[in-house]
Structures are given as structure tokens and as C-alpha cells.
């Protein structure tokens, strides 16, 4: 998307300023073969446009695997470095070539200034009062004022004059914005966030930050922590207006003290992160913030910015990608249309080996897309017109093939723009863009960049091809028994890494990185079971469980490592009349698991582990299966048992305790129950009721 539209007006949110130093900070990463996540999170977390547009591509349809992600660095994992740093660059670039005015410059650090200080106030916030999502309450206030860069980068004849009367008439400045230019800037901004289709309040929060307290008592926690924020964090409405302290009181039972407090470690927050760019430190010890503006500073984080970006090329952002495979190749490229362009709706269509036909490489998982192919032959296809010709060609300057016109749809789009992609004078394959009038206007402008970055993707989709088209060097047969085997130590690898997030704290860095692997090292499993099996569709199989096989399965494991190193030994009685169920395999394994290397970590010098499963058993008059894990060890202290699934108990040194916390999350997200019995004479007993549904409509989940 390049373009949002409110109010019968278009506003470009192609290139939304960030501050040069920090452009260079992060250049300087980019080139840091050291650098992590964590220091790529902690600069980016700094700027605003940076982080929309982070925020944006992580919620693109190439990740939707992974559902709305509002934590800024677990969307640095799931992008990966590579498109981190190409993310980056790419912005760097942009920001050289703006050529912004000085005006606009002074305009841009003061909204960085306030924003800044918003994050880092809304995030104390969401701490003191319990919030459990603080990284989303921090990207609320980051983009509080996004509505007002909006409009400078598009109406800034217009706005600049209107945002000199921002500190003298703080409050009635959305008046005075709806009066001249007939829109304001958290409306603007809401609709921004709102685009972007996440499943946060996070737009909402923009929209009604400056709303009464009266009318946000019931409105979700977001919402309140940005209305206490938001005013509060430009300085001379902290310092001069009682109402927005007392504000907090009322949404939060927040003392005067308690939010100067949260102010006072928010502007510490704020000031750390402004000398670590590199500014002369007076951010708020000035009377009046634009004194804070140092020009000269700005014209020199300018100079920097440029030496950095002399040798640096869009181009080879693409030629330098390290995919492999056609498909993750695809969805890189879809991210850089995305960072380059504001385009996430592409498909690419490539030559098949016969050069005879083009289909579309699936990245998104389409169902029709998969079923749609061109003909070379076709002489009513746009499509395969601007691969034979050679040239770019947009749907809406003749008329289309129906095929074509299935692909527009497919892309949710007006129109599509047909770019070929050619390798050595010979036609490879063709990006399919879905744009919007507007969009094409813009695209059609940067026709030389898109020549350019067109260049380099045949490059490399040439390569690929090759790769891919060499014969197989296996039988399908012997494939099958090599994912087989494959799929075990996958599973080993699995649990340890379990076992090793569980011999580090809860909260050390390394946690969410062991989550991550684990994940992946799942989907690497899954994706051995596709290739075995095609026949099966996983996600149907995903919903399914028998119960009996799963056990059986989780036990020959458990022999051949965990019992077998600490001398356990196991025994099933296992009801034969357990129908298959209807309930998500993977949850139960997780619960299992779990549980049962719960009772492995109590018995160091080895013991029994018996598990039963029963048919019809019935509670409060719902129909379960039930499974019972015991061990004969030495039991669980009283003190332990009464808050046994209450996070970080644990009797064991090193652990964190949140198996069993994870346990009875994953058991009500089933509808199931748990109940636990020990003593020291005769060990602990675990017993998991799972609701007795066949059939899908049936399900409860929560």
C-alpha cells in the first residue's frame, strides 16, 4: 500500500522520515557481523517510521504463519537478519534521497522527541499496572503522533504553520487541525495502524488517546495507558496541566507521585536513548522543547548518512540473498516489493521446464493460485504478452484474459502491473504486481528502479531454477523411509532443547531464541510429513489425535533417551475403545511431555512411570477420556502441590517452574481438566480429562 485515503484525500506513506543518526547507527549494525537481534531491536525501537514499517511487513501475508506479531524484537526473529538489514538499508536510502526541508526537519525531531518519550511513559505504565503486553504499550506511544508525520510528508505547506502553534495551544490543537485543514492527526494515524489489519487495539489507543476519562472506564487497558500517555509526553503539558496527572488517577488508581514518577524514569529512558545517537544531551532541560532542535547537529547526522550510503545499491540487497529454494526466495522478494515499493501483493510465475507453460510459486499457500496456468500460446494473456514482448505491461491499458483476470482477483487488487523477469535475453517468468491506481501512478515513476531491481531478481531466480531442475537422487520410496527416520532425532532434539530451557531462568535472553528453534525444528517436521505422506493434508491432521498411538509413540522415544539415561521404567495400560478425537495433536503432546518429564526430573535415581488412558469417563455431565500419568517418586511438598500451576514454583535448582503453568494453559485451551495427587510414600499421579469430541463442530476450545 503507498497510499492511505481518508477523507475523500490520499496521503503517501511511502517514505515516513526517521532521524539520519539514527540511520547511521543502524547502517553501522548492518554491517556488524556481531550484531543480534537484541541491538538491532534496541536502536530500531528508537524511531518511529522504522518501526511501522517493521511492523508492517512482520503482519505481511508472507507471515501470516505466525498470526499478528505487535512485539517488536520477536519480529525481528521471524523476519530473520537478512531482512532486517535489507529493511534498513532500504529506508536509509529513501531517507537520503527526501530531500526534506529544513523546516520539516525541525518538525520531524520534535514528533520523534514527544514519541519517544510516549513509548517509553506508556511502557513504565503498562508495567506498574500489570499490562502483559508492555513491548505493545511502547509501540502505541511511538506511533501517537504517526498521523503528523503523515501529514508534514504530504500537506506540508499547509501543516507546517499549523504545527507552530502546537506548544501554545497544545490542547486545542485537534480543533485547530479539523478547522484548517479539515483532518487530525490521531484520526489519520489510527487509520494508518488500522491498514495494516493487526489484531491489537493498537489503532484504537491513537485514535481516542486525547478522549475523556469518563469515557474510557470501560474501554481495554491499551486505549487507557496511551490517554495517560499521550498528553503527558510533551513537556509543557506534564509540567503546566494538573488535569492529564489526575487523568491517570482516575483510569488507574495512579497517585500524582506515583505518574511523576513513571514520567521522571520515562524521560531518563528517553534522554539515554537520544545521547546514545549521539545529540548534545539537552533533550527536556530545555524550558521550551524547541530550543532542543540543534540544526547544525541535524546537517551533520545528514553528512554522515550520505557518507554511508555512497557504495550502497537497492539492487544488491536483492542479488545478495542467501535463499536457497524458489519459495523462501519468493517471500523475500514480496518483502523487499513491500519495503521498496509499500507492494506486499505479488505473484511470480515461472517458465516450467517444457517452456511451455507458467504457474505461480505458491508462497502464500493459495489454493486456486496453484491451479491456474498460462499458456505460451495464449495470445490473450497479458500475462504471457509481457514475457514474450519483453516489456512491462499494466491490466488496465488493454483487455485481459480471463486467467489474468483470476490473478487480479487472487491479488485483492484494481489492477495488476505484468513485470517479466528475463535472464540472458531469455523470458524466465513474470511478477505479477497488484496495485491500485494511485499505486501505478507511483510505480510507473520509479519504472528505472523497478528495471533495475528486475535485473537482479532473474539473476537470481536463474540460479535457483537450475538448482532445482537437477534430477532427484533418491527413489520417492527411499525418501519415505529417510523422513521416517529423520523424524526421530527431530523429536530428540525437540524435548532437549525443552530440557534445556528449562535448566536456565525463565527470563534469560537465550528463552525465547530455544522457543524459536524449537518451532522451526516442528515445521521441519511437518514439512517431512507433507513430503512422506502428500496425500494427507497436515491441517486436518493437525485437529486430530489418537490418543493410544501418541502415547505409545512418546514412550518408545522416552525409553531410547530420557528413561534410558535415568534408568525409568515405563509402563502402558492403554483403553483400545478410545475413538480418534477431535482435538489439536500438538497441545496434547506438549501437555504430555510436560507432565511426564516432570516425574522423570523427581526420580534422579530412577523409578516407574505408569500411564492409563480410560474411555467414557464422565464429569459434571461432559463425556472425557482420561489419562493418568504416575510416578512412584518421592512426591511433591504440600507447600509446592497447593500452587502447583502458578508460574515459577519449582523444586528443582535451575528450573523455572512454568512446565506445569504451561500445562494447565495448553489443558483449559482443550476445555479439559487436571488434577494432581502426591505423597512421599506412594509418588505423584496426574489426571487429564480431555472432552470426548469426534467430530469438529463439537469442539470447545477456549
Known amino acids: 500500500m503507498q497510499c492511505l485515503y481518508l477523507r475523500d484525500k490520499s496521503y503517501s506513506v511511502e517514505s515516513l522520515p526517521s532521524e539520519p543518526s539514527l540511520l547511521v547507527e543502524l547502517l553501522d549494525l548492518c554491517h556488524n557481523d556481531n550484531a543480534n537481534f537484541e541491538m538491532f531491536s534496541a536502536a530500531i525501537k528508537k524511531d518511529i517510521s522504522l518501526t511501522a514499517k517493521i511492523l508492517q511487513v512482520a503482519n505481511s501475508p508472507a507471515y501470516r504463519q505466525w498470526n499478528e506479531i505487535t512485539d517488536l524484537r520477536r519480529m525481528l526473529i521471524v523476519l530473520g537478519m537478512t531482512n532486517v538489514r535489507n529493511i534498513i538499508t532500504t529506508c536509509a536510502i529513501q531517507q537520503f534521497f527526501a530531500n526534506f526541508t529544513k523546516d520539516f526537519n525541525k518538525h520531524v525531531q520534535l514528533i520523534w522527541l514527544r514519541a519517544l518519550n510516549c513509548a517509553n511513559l506508556a511502557e513504565r505504565i503498562a508495567k506498574l499496572v500489570g499490562y502483559e503486553k508492555p513491548g505493545e504499550a511502547f509501540l502505541s506511544g511511538l506511533l501517537h503522533q504517526v498521523g503528523m508525520l503523515l501529514l508534514i510528508l504530504n500537506r506540508e505547506e499547509e501543516y507546517t504553520p499549523l504545527l507552530e502553534r502546537y506548544y501554545k495551544e497544545t490542547e486545542e490543537f485537534q480543533r485547530l487541525e479539523i478547522e484548517t485543514i479539515g483532518v487530525e492527526h490521531c484520526e489519520l494515524g489510527a487509520a494508518l495502524v488500522q491498514s495494516w489489519k493487526l489484531d491489537s487495539f493498537l489503532a484504537d489507543a491513537i485514535q481516542f488517546q486525547h478522549a475523556p476519562a469518563d469515557e474510557l472506564f470501560s474501554s481495554p487497558t491499551l486505549l487507557k495507558i496511551l490517554a495517560v500517555a499521550g498528553p503527558l509526553s510533551s513537556k509543557n503539558s506534564a509540567r503546566h496541566n494538573s488535569l492529564f496527572r489526575e487523568k491517570a488517577g482516575l483510569l488507574f488508581d495512579l497517585t500524582e507521585d506515583s505518574i511523576l514518577d513513571c514520567l521522571a524514569v520515562a524521560t531518563r529512558n528517553s534522554e539515554k536513548m537520544v545521547s546514545d545517537l549521539g545529540f548534545s544531551g539537552r533533550f527536556y532541560t530545555e524550558e521550551d522543547e524547541i530550543e532542543a532542535v540543534d540544526a547544525s547537529e541535524d546537517e551533520r547526522n545528514r553528512t554522515k548518512l550520505a557518507q554511508k550510503i555512497q557504495d550502497i545499491a537497492i539492487s544488491n540487497t536483492i542479488g545478495k540473498s542467501e535463499k536457497t529454494e524458489l519459495l523462501e526466495f519468493t517471500k523475500e522478494i514480496r518483502i523487499n516489493f513491500n519495503t521498496i515499493f509499500n507492494l506486499s501483493r505479488l505473484f511470480y510465475f515461472k517458465i516450467e521446464e517444457d517452456q511451455q507453460t507458467l504457474s505461480a510459486i505458491n508462497d502464500l499457500d493459495i489454493k486456486q493460485l496453484a491451479e491456474i496456468e498460462f499458456k505460451i500460446g495464449d495470445k490473450n494473456s497479458l500475462l504471457v504478452k509481457a514475457l514474450i514482448d519483453k516489456k512491462g505491461i499494466i491490466s488496465s491499458s488493454a483487455r485481459c484474459s480471463i486467467a489474468d483476470q483470476q490473478v487480479i482477483r487472487l491479488l485483492e487488487s484494481e489492477a495488476s502491473y505484468f513485470l517479466p523477469v528475463h535472464h540472458d535475453g531469455k523470458g524466465i517468468g513474470v511478477l505479477a504486481l497488484g496495485v491500485s491506481e494511485h499505486e501505478w501512478l507511483n510505480l510507473r515513476n520509479k519504472s528505472a528502479l523497478l528495471k533495475l531491481i528486475s535485473s537482479e531478481i532473474a539473476k537470481k531466480y536463474f540460479a535457483l531454477t537450475q538448482s532445482e531442475s537437477q534430477p532427484p537422487g533418491m527413489p520417492l520410496v527411499d525418501f519415505k523411509k529417510v523422513a521416517h527416520e529423520v523424524s526421530n532425532p527431530l523429536t530428540i532434539i525437540n524435548n532437549y532443547l525443552y530440557m534445556l530451557g528449562k535448566k536456565i531462568d525463565s527470563d534469560h535472553s537465550a528463552q525465547e531464541e530455544l ?14 510429513l507433507r513430503a512422506k505422506d502428500p496425500d494427507v493434508p497436515t491441517k486436518e491432521k493437525d485437529k486430530t489425535v489418537d490418543i493410544n498411538k501418541l502415547l505409545t509413540e512418546l514412550d518408545i522415544l522416552f525409553n531410547s533417551s530420557l528413561y534410558k539415561t535415568t534408568q525409568i521404567q515405563s509402563t502402558l495400560h492403554l483403553d483400545k475403545q478410545i475413538p480418534v478425537l477431535c482435538c489439536p495433536q500438538d497441545k496434547l503432546k506438549q501437555i504430555l511431555i510436560n507432565i511426564i518429564k516432570n516425574g522423570v526430573e523427581a526420580m534422579q535415581h530412577g523409578g516407574t512411570i505408569t500411564i492409563t488412558t480410560r474411555d467414557n469417563v464422565y ?16 512426591g511433591i511438598d504440600p ?16 528450573h523455572s517452574g512454568l512446565g506445569l503453568t504451561i500445562v494447565n494453559t495448553l489443558v483449559k485451551e482443550l476445555s479439559g ?30
Open 515 to 528: 522457543a524459536f528453534i524449537s518451532e522451526e525444528i516442528e515445521r521441519v517436521g511437518n514439512i517431512l
Open 619 to 634: 464429569q459434571n455431565g461432559k463425556q472425557y477420556v482420561e489419562i493418568t500419568i504416575k510416578d512412584n517418586g518421592p
Open 639 to 654: 507447600e509446592i502441590l497447593k500452587n502447583l500451576f502458578k508460574p515459577v514454583i519449582s523444586t528443582k535448582e535451575g
Open 673 to 702: 481438566n487436571i488434577s494432581c495427587y502426591s505423597n512421599r510414600e506412594q509418588g505423584t499421579e496426574f489426571k487429564l480429562l480431555i472432552p470426548r469430541k469426534q467430530k469438529e463442530s463439537e469442539i470447545e476450545l477456549k
